[in-house]
């Protein structure tokens, strides 16, 4: 109870007030307008939170978070263009609903499952706070290494059918960190006799590049989308009578977000996934899936809601972040000298709860602002695409100019802009960089520490921790060698088929006439012709 | 094997231009292995672990590895009208690009605001939003991204050339907010 107290002391500023509005609004207006989302949002704004308190800092960039996907459900269901990636799902069962004159109620539906993925998660993680306060002093150099290493294991595991390309553009992101001036032996690394390599490669000068200005080259180079709005009727609090019929798929959802957000690297799509899924198998009416299920939206929207309290978890017990979003919000603690990590929940409890209870609050600001703004904010759906890349262009510089006043920075940013924006026209991950930037530095230093006290191998591992980090390591090393292997049998026995298939339709008729020609074709017909002729058969 | 009959294969991911970026992405990451030697130093005395080159090696030997081995599995193996395509719609990004980078390159000379005023409405009418309506709406952004981000936030972005030829107590303003 004193913690909570400690932690409402630390909220009750009129300077977080001011955050906990402007990020949730912030979120929910960015989160409505496809094509920009909570990464290029913010990628811009995080160079402006540095001179603020972390707390404030890391309450608007949480509240960009949070609030994007609530805000990205609306595009989603009025027009199927999900507002950000996670609520790809949403447009399963939230625009048939739209389109058979039920906006409003998906609208309400998704509202409220978001909430109540929120709520809970940040509840189970108040809870679970004294239990990682715990755990994490357990954590050393050695265990924080291996739990790096997991977290870009997975990373790039979860980009399944393009594992091989991920873990190439991880391995560059992992390069991009060793650039410059090597901090303990002082010497250069990859820097060209350049002088301004030496200093290395600002992982911020890359996340705008990669999110924020490819994602304007992206809107400017293609064609606006033409949008047909749907009139809003009836209440919205509707969706929360319904949603307490689902409770089971509520909470299962919502645990599946709050377990998967845990993990680094896993995060949103498959919580959603897992939640979809288990919502279908356990329907009543599994074919409704897919076609305006109230189940369906339910399971995918409280589980992309439950995943920004957890994704916070690895970040400040381990240091380690677990996607993109979580990655650059590190930098902020960086910049502050707040170091995340077992020391966080050690001696900066009231921090890491006062951090949950703004995620809380968040969700009821946002959920007050939607039910009051909605018919206001559907409009901003219409603001054309091009339009909007011309501005991410204005927003980025401020962001990339203001770090250190370079024009060298801007075009280096450009630069990975022109990247980002091949990879997005590809459909290639752009995470598997940005977490092997950060993983990659975290992993570098953590592994010089342990070393220094192993003396064999096996050392490395003699640490309960530290054994079962490892375990997983190779267990998930295994299960995936072994789904490789599967694919490849998969492949082959598709391709034995082909092979074997009569293909050509020519070759088909010729083999046929063939058949009929031969002796034993000619006895068939024969014996066929001696049957009595059908009724309506002519002649 | 084709692409389409592979149950493998990512779904929704473009053929066109995946050979382009392999092939050049392996061409990078090769001019990285060979400079490797030139680019690092071993250091004597020193554990494999703590060597500056040991994670520069891991990192450049990832990209090497793992993109050779995503080029060997892409179909078709040759480079085809569509990937050039592709290629020429890569390019049309640097004109945008461009337009970043005269923007960066202006912004020291006329001032933040200036810049900013004049950049984006030109960018929108490039775009083809070439009413009034949309002119006057993007000057506006344009002022008021300025406004928000310096004056409110204090971002750190250095006053124009020509504030210098402003009267004092202008040029000050202008310096700290605009």
């Excluded at chain 1, 991009?176 to 600002?202: C, M």
């Excluded at chain 1, 920004?308 to 990655?327: F, H, K, N, R, Y």
């Excluded at chain 1, 650059?328 to 900066?348: A, E, K």
């Excluded at chain 1, 309960?464 to 090393?477: D, G, K, R, S």
């Amino acid at each position: 109870m004193e913690l909570l107290w400690s932690a409402i002391e630390v909220l009750a500023r009129w300077d977080v007030a001011a955050a906990l509005l402007v990020g949730s609004i912030g979120g929910v207006l960015i989160g409505a307008i496809p094509g920009v989302g909570p990464a290029v949002a913010i990628a811009i704004l995080l160079p402006a939170t540095f001179s603020m308190d972390p707390i404030v800092g890391l309450t608007v960039l949480l509240g960009i978070y949070g609030s994007s996907m609530y805000g990205g459900a609306i595009p989603a269901i009025l027009i199927n263009t999900p507002g950000t990636a996670v609520n790809a799902l949403t447009t399963y069962d939230g625009f048939p609903m739209t389109t058979r004159g039920e906006a409003r109620r998906a609208l309400s539906l998704a509202y409220s499952a978001s909430f109540f993925g929120g709520i809970v998660s940040v509840i189970a993680l108040i809870l679970f706070a004294p239990v990682l306060a715990r755990i994490t002093p357990m954590f050393g150099s050695r265990e924080i290494f291996l739990a790096a290493l997991l977290g870009i294991i997975l990373v790039v595991i979860a980009h399944r059918g393009q594992t091989l390309i991920a873990a190439a553009l991880a391995s560059f992101g992992i390069f991009l960190n060793t650039v410059g001036l090597e901090p303990v032996k002082y010497t250069r690394r990859y820097t060209f006799e350049q002088s301004w390599l030496a200093g290395g490669i600002d992982l911020i000068v890359v996340v705008l590049g990669l999110f924020a200005l490819s994602q304007a080259f992206l809107l400017l180079t293609g064609e606006d989308e033409k949008t047909r709005m749907t009139r809003l009727r009836g209440g919205l609090f509707q969706g929360f009578r319904e949603l307490a019929r689902h409770p089971r798929i509520a909470s299962v959802s919502a645990s599946f977000g709050v377990m998967m957000g845990m993990i680094p690297g896993v995060g949103e799509f498959t919580a959603q996934f897992l939640s979809y899924t288990y919502a279908q198998k356990t329907s009543r009416r599994p074919e409704d899936f897919g076609h305006g299920s109230s189940e369906g939206l339910i399971a995918s929207e409280t589980a992309n809601n439950a995943v920004p309290a957890a994704a916070m978890v690895p970040l400040l017990a381990l240091g380690i972040p677990g996607e993109a979003l979580t990655a650059m919000m590190l930098s902020v603690f960086y910049v502050h000298n707040v170091v995340p990590g077992p020391g966080l929940f050690q001696y900066q409890m009231d921090f890491v709860v006062a951090l949950y209870l703004a995620l809380l609050i968040l969700n009821v600001l946002v959920l007050v602002f939607l039910l009051g703004a909605t018919n206001q904010l559907i409009r901003v759906v219409n603001i054309p695409n091009r339009f909007l890349g011309a501005c991410i262009l204005v927003l980025s510089f401020v962001g990339v100019y203001s770090l250190r006043n370079s024009a060298t920075d801007c075009a280096v940013a450009a630069a990975f802009g022109v990247f980002g924006y091949v990879l997005k026209r590809l459909s290639l991950p752009i995470v598997p960089i940005i977490l092997g930037m950060v993983l990659g530095g975290i992993m570098e230093v953590k592994l010089r520490s342990s070393m220094n006290r192993v003396k064999e191998p096996l050392d490395f591992i003699d640490r309960p921790v530290a054994f079962i980090l490892f375990c997983m390591i190779v267990v998930i090393l295994s299960l995936h060698l072994r789904r490789v292997w599967l694919d490849a049998r998969l492949r082959r026995e598709t391709r034995w088929r082909i092979e074997h298939r009569p293909s050509r339709f020519g070759a088909h008729l010729y083999r046929r006439r063939q058949y009929l020609r031969s002796e034993r074709g000619k006895a068939l017909r024969r014996r066929r012709a001696a049957f009595p002729a059908r009724p309506g058969d002519g002649g | 094997m084709r692409h389409e009959d592979d149950p493998t294969a990512p779904r929704g991911v473009p053929r066109r231009g995946q050979l382009l970026f392999a092939a050049g992405f392996a061409v990078f990451a090769v001019l990285l292995a060979v400079s490797y030697p030139s680019q690092t130093t071993w250091v004597e005395n020193t554990k494999w672990a703590a060597q500056p080159g040991f994670w520069p090696a891991v990192a450049v030997g990832g990209m090497v590895l793992f993109t050779a081995l995503h080029a060997a599995r892409l179909r078709p193996r040759r480079i085809a009208r569509a990937d050039l395509a592709e290629g020429r719609r890569w390019a049309a990004a640097a004109e945008f690009c461009a337009w970043f980078l005269a923007y960066v390159f202006l912004v020291p000379l006329i001032g933040y605001v200036f810049a900013s005023a004049a950049f984006l409405p030109a960018l929108t009418w490039r775009m083809g939003y070439r009413t009034r309506f949309w002119l006057w709406l993007s000057a506006a952004v344009a002022v008021a991204v300025v406004v928000l981000f310096k004056a409110f936030l204090e971002v750190k972005i250095p006053g124009g050339a020509v504030y210098e030829y402003f009267p004092a107590a202008l040029r000050s303003f202008f310096i700290l907010n605009l």
